[in-house]
Nanobody
Framework: QVQLVESGGGLVQAGGSLRLSCAAS????????VGWFRQAPGKEREFVAA????????PYADSVRGRFTISRDNAKNTVYLQMHSTKPEDTAVYYC?????????????????WGQGTQVTVSS
């Protein structure tokens, strides 16, 4: 059974930091890129960042580039999203997902398995 589990969400003041984690089994992550998406109330789910298996390709959405950092620890089967300089507009449910090989990082349809999401709320 493929299962991705996010954790680390919570309430943070604007300008603060938070680190999200996405854990899965070795079989689920091995060889695959993983992405983070977010969905705010009333809005579409949008791409945030992704990381390839080797960790050397990390595309970001323009809205988070320079503030968020994605990384992975393959020994721990975990992908992280470090959030700095947070803004109220970062408030959303954050999801991690596994990307199909050979597909675009930026499209929701490229991802086949998703976690249940973790809520991030940034207060002003």
């Amino acid at each position: 059974q493929v299962q991705l589990v996010e954790s680390g969400g919570g309430l943070v003041q604007a300008g603060g930091s938070l680190r999200l984690s996405c854990a899965a089994s070795a079989r689920t992550f091995s060889g695959y890129a993983v992405g983070w998406f977010r969905q705010a109330p009333g809005k579409e789910r949008e791409f945030v960042a992704a990381v390839n298996w080797g960790g050397d390709n990390t595309p970001y959405a323009d809205s988070v580039r320079g503030r968020f950092t994605i990384s992975r620890d393959n020994a721990k089967n975990t992908v992280y999203l470090q959030m700095h300089s947070t803004k109220p507009e970062d408030t959303a449910v954050y999801y991690c997902a596994r990307k199909r090989s050979g597909t675009s990082y930026y499209n929701r349809g490229s991802y086949d398995y998703w976690g249940q999401g973790t809520q991030v709320t940034v207060s002003s």
